[in-house]
């Protein structure tokens, strides 16, 4: 096996130092990413399909930092200065000056096939594309481009301001430049990276999103309600959320795609989703962000 050499790596790590980062997605996740960035320095483009989405995630950020420096956590002129790193685009195209995207879209192959072709023709042949999919295969998103050395999963936690974990995956092809280059602007972003392989659910979720679909099953088979499962699970295991508020939280439609990605990626039925989840999604009750899942949600 060929490892590169320190002066490879030097140049390696020259040519991908990351000053501008797009971030696609401008819900719960690409929301929180972008604030993370641009808190840490980087100058910050969000991009969605829609304006509307992009002044929702802008308002939550100018929410988020503004009761942080009520509290004393961010002086006024360092709220002023991230803000003023972020700027908000519903095209593309304007990825041309990037030096790495991540996606955070919806958890569906076939669109982040798509946004990842697209950007293949706008973002510089240097850029990094990272996508934040929470279990699909970044090896199959890499094969969407033709730079599968320049992708990778930067898998970030819910909420993203607060989770101190990045999972990060190599795909097949990833580079060891990329992975660096991406391993070391996480601890930029003052966050703990842990790599792991390119397999469906990664870690995180391979394990997290189990638990969830069971406690779904509780309730299902009418052992419990959504309220007693999670007294359960916080007070019997000191989990700072019960599993159905926290599916609540992530999103039962975010949830829906991760099981089905782990029961059709290992061909296990203890993987199988709970009806009742599907259902649920199919009622468009989709957690937090619909006003409606486990839990009735204001506002
Ligand atoms: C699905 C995937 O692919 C992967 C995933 O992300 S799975 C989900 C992983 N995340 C989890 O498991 C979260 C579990 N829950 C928790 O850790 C906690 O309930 C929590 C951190 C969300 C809230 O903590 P809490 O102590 O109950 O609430 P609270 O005291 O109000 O908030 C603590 C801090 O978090 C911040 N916070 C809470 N919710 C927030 C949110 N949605 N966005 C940003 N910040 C938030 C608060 O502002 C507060 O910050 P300060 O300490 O700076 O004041
Ligand atoms: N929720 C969670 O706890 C976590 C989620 N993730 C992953 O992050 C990703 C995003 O999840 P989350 O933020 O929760 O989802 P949200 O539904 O909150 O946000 C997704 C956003 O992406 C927009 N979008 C959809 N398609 C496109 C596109 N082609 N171009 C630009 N924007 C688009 C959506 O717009 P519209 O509404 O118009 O469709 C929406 O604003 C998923 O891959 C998910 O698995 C990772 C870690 C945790």
């Given at each position: 096996m060929k490892y590169p050499s320190n002066n490879e790596r030097e140049k390696g790590d020259k040519n991908m130092s990351i000053q501008t980062v797009m971030v696609i997605g401008a819900g719960q996740m690409g929301a929180g990413i972008a604030q993370v960035c641009a808190q840490a320095g980087y100058n910050v483009k969000m991009n969605d399909r829609e304006e509307e989405a992009l002044q929702k995630g802008k308002a939550g950020i100018e929410k988020r930092l503004t009761k942080a420096v009520e509290k004393e956590k961010m002086t006024a002129s360092d709220c002023d200065a991230t803000m003023q790193r972020l700027s908000m685009t519903t095209n593309l195209a304007e990825?041309?000056?990037?030096?790495?995207?991540?996606?955070?879209?919806?958890e569906n192959m076939d669109v982040k096939k798509q946004v990842f072709t697209a950007l293949d023709t706008h973002a510089p042949k240097h850029a990094i594309l990272a996508s934040n999919t929470s279990s699909l295969p970044i090896t199959e998103i890499a094969a969407a481009?033709?730079?599968?050395?320049?992708?990778?999963?930067?898998?970030?936690?819910?909420?993203?301001?607060?989770m101190k974990l990045v999972e990060i995956i190599r795909g097949l092809q990833t580079s060891h430049e990329t992975y660096q280059a991406i391993h070391d602007m996480t601890l930029k972003l003052a966050k703990t990276p842990v790599e792991v392989r390119d397999f469906p659910g990664f870690v995180s979720n391979r394990v997290l999103m189990?638990?969830?679909?069971?406690?779904?099953?509780?309730?299902?088979?009418?052992?419990?309600?959504?309220?007693?499962?999670?007294?359960?699970?916080?007070l019997g295991m000191n989990h700072p959320m019960g599993p159905l508020t926290l599916a609540d939280f992530i999103g039962l439609d975010t949830c829906l795609s991760i099981m089905e990605v782990l029961h059709e990626g290992f061909g296990d039925s203890k993987y199988r989703?709970?009806?009742?989840?599907?259902?649920?999604?199919?009622?468009?009750?989709l957690g937090k962000k619909s006003g409606r899942g486990f839990y009735q949600y204001e506002g």
């Open positions: 990825a041309n000056d990037c030096d790495l995207v991540i996606e955070a879209v919806v481009t033709n730079r599968p050395e320049r992708v990778i999963g930067m898998h970030f936690m819910n909420p993203v301001p607060v189990p638990m969830i679909n069971e406690a779904i099953y509780t309730v299902y088979e009418g052992v419990a309600n959504p309220q007693a499962v999670d007294d359960v699970m916080k989703p709970c009806p009742l989840l599907r259902q649920y999604v199919q009622a468009g009750w």
